[in-house]
């Protein structure tokens, strides 16, 4: 499986910014594999952001809530991260992640297959 994201960039602080994540891969199916977005920050462990599940339920991180939705589209076996009122605090490199596993925990740890990751910089 692999995992291709894209989207990130450099803006200011409250401006919004979508990320997309396509997966391929012979094994790979939308519809049994869970799918979700952490970040890094320089410094910093690894932490969860959103994941997904293979039938929709989502998990958000209490940071992001209410301002970051997480989607996926599996007929382009595409998961999207719509990231709005962005904060300095958000400033990190994002990674696509997905196992195959129907639900989806929340820890780093638990995903088997990641994308590149892409830099989000957000300015004060």
């Known amino acids: 499986v692999q995992l291709q994201a894209s989207g990130g960039g450099l803006v200011q602080a409250g401006d919004s910014l979508r990320l997309s994540c396509a997966a391929s891969g012979r094994t790979f199916s939308s519809y049994s594999y869970a799918m979700g977005w952490f970040r890094q920050a320089p410094g910093k462990q690894r932490e969860l952001v959103a994941v997904?599940?293979?039938?929709?339920?989502?998990n958000y991180a209490e940071s992001v809530k209410d301002r970051f939705t997480i989607s996926r589209d599996d007929l382009e076996n595409t998961v999207y991260l719509q990231m709005n009122s962005l904060k300095p605090e958000d400033t990190a490199v994002y990674y696509c992640?997905?196992?195959?596993?129907?639900?989806?925990?929340?820890?780093?740890?638990?995903?088997?297959?990641w994308g590149q990751g892409t830099l989000v910089t957000v300015s004060s």
């Open positions: 992640a997905t196992r195959r596993t129907t639900w989806a925990p929340a820890l780093p740890s638990a995903y088997e297959y």
């Open positions: 997904i599940s293979s039938g929709g339920s989502k």
